[in-house]
């Protein structure tokens, strides 16, 4: 089963940031922390991963709460093409397999 | 983002009859992985490979399924004798070299009748 928990959907206005929680009290020390999302049945796509520090690529930020219980995912200017379902993941660095949840459904409205 | 092509796009077979899923993962990398999604569920894990053998399984990944690389370059899903059931997204996906951050493939769409 998926050791994180995400809502089930949210709302984010065009060139707002979007910011998407995610849970994960039973992590372990060694295991990051992934985003992934999933545009209507397409391939999921990678987007940032992290083990405690925040991180940012030019997809995104992940912010990760000093405990690691839990950590954020922040798209700084959603676009309408930025609607997808977006998966967090956590994930032993070099584990077999990915895990997923049921994830978020982010809708971007215009 | 690094590229992994997958074919057929969609697959319509009769229930029964054997189809062959078709993947070039990232080049030159030992790993890849084949995951399905059945329409409105989660993306579930099937099998890893690793240098021409089977890493893991899941239990979905009964003796009806096997992978292969055939060649040098692609890797392939076989299911032996469809069922309705294995109507599915089925996705394939490979690191990039250097790190083990998977990266899909768009999918092949299994449609059984």
């Known amino acids: 089963d998926a050791k994180t928990t995400q809502p089930t959907s949210m709302d984010c206005a065009e060139g707002r940031a979007a910011n998407l929680p995610c849970n994960h009290s039973t992590i372990s020390g060694n295991e990051y922390v992934y985003w992934y999302r999933q545009i209507h049945s397409q391939g999921p796509q990678y987007i940032i991963h992290?083990?405690?520090n925040n991180e940012t690529n030019e997809m995104a930020s992940l912010i990760i709460t000093e405990d690691r219980k839990s950590s954020t995912l922040i798209l700084p200017h959603a676009t309408l093409r930025d609607t997808a379902v977006y998966y967090c993941?956590?994930?032993?660095?070099?584990?077999?397999?990915?895990?997923f949840g049921k994830g978020t459904r982010l809708h971007i409205l215009p | 983002e690094p590229e992994v092509t997958q074919t057929p796009s969609h697959q319509v077979t009769q229930m029964g009859q054997e189809v062959i899923l078709r993947c070039v993962p990232i080049?030159?990398?030992?790993?890849f992985y084949w995951y399905r999604q059945i329409l409105g569920q989660k993306v579930e894990f099937l099998v890893s490979f690793y240098n021409n053998e089977i890493s893991e399984k899941s239990e979905i990944f009964d003796d009806q399924f096997s992978v292969e690389r055939p060649d040098g370059s692609n890797f392939t899903l076989k299911i032996r004798s469809t069922k309705l059931e294995d109507s599915a997204m089925y996705f394939c996906?490979?690191?990039?070299?250097?790190?083990?951050?998977?990266?899909f493939g768009p999918g092949t769409r299994l449609t059984v009748l």
């Open positions: 993941i956590v994930r032993v660095a070099g584990d077999d397999k990915i895990i």
């Open positions: 080049s030159n990398h030992l790993y």
């Open positions: 996906a490979s690191p990039k070299s250097g790190t083990d951050t998977q990266y």
């Open positions: 992290g083990l405690k």
